[in-house]
């Protein structure tokens, strides 16, 4: 396989901007290891640049495996993948290298060692480069991140000490401080306090806007819907019910609103 380097995937990105079509789902149907029943099927889905879309369905309808296969965390059964127009199999590093990830399932152990700090600070490692060092820019992305999400106060602490609440900051610190084209959130807000709550959906809502980011959101609470969002999909069973404006999308799909 021909080398594909960063300045070739900042062209790429740069021509899908241009076109306005940042992810592309095809048929697509993805089977964990182990398992025959495809956790997704047949899915067909298209996100435009700078577009904010929630997915939202009941437990076990596939929602995370759909961050997870558009991530290029699991190989694909059936279909094909395509993001910035790269195919996902086969660039799935070099297109990660843009995107904001947030797992819903992110808890670490009370020993971690690593502090608040280390772990925002892996979310530049794509761009710092194998055995390099950070760079003044690298600490002032991380130091932003940190900030934003009122943070930094927390940043020598370690991972392992904090609540659930603050490393589910701290993992949307990370993401962010990648400087990503995209973010894929799942459940990001789910074990955050009330005013955190209210405050962090608006503080992704504005960064959506003034970023000019692709957003996919993964949600259970179909109440927290923040209303800059004009598209939900809803899932069920590994398939796409319902694809359409929020109010639209909750009837068709059956989510009680």
Do not use: W
């Amino acid at each position: 396989m021909a080398a594909f380097t960063p300045q070739q995937l900042g062209q790429a990105v740069s021509e899908t901007l241009a076109t306005r079509t940042s992810i592309r789902l095809e048929e697509v149907s993805t089977v964990y290891e182990g398992e025959r029943r495809p956790a997704i099927r047949n899915v067909n889905l298209t996100l435009a640049t700078k577009e904010l879309v929630y997915v939202v369905g009941p437990n076990a309808s596939g929602k995370t495996t759909l961050l997870e296969t558009i991530n290029g965390l699991l190989p694909i059964y059936q279909g094909r993948i395509s993001v910035f127009g790269l195919d996902v199999a086969t660039r799935g590093r070099l297109v990660r290298r843009e995107i904001g990830y947030v797992p819903q399932d992110f808890m670490v152990e009370p020993g971690e060692p690593y502090t608040a700090l280390d772990v925002v600070m892996m979310g530049r490692y794509g761009r710092i480069g194998v055995l390099n060092n950070p760079t003044e820019r690298d600490r002032e992305s991380v130091v932003e991140a940190m900030t934003l999400l009122e943070i930094d106060q927390l940043a020598q602490r370690p991972m392992g000490k904090l609540s659930g609440g603050q490393q589910q900051k701290v993992m949307l610190a990370r993401a962010l401080a990648k400087e990503p084209k995209i973010l894929l959130l799942d459940e990001p807000f789910s074990n955050l306090d009330p005013a955190s709550r209210e405050t962090i959906p608006l503080l992704i809502s504005r960064l959506h806007e003034e970023k000019e980011l692709t957003t996919l959101i993964v949600t259970h609470d179909v109440h927290g819907i923040l209303e800059a969002c004009r598209r939900v999909v809803v899932m069920n069973n590994g398939l796409i019910v319902a694809d359409d404006v929020p109010e639209k999308a909750l009837e068709k799909g059956g989510a009680q609103s």
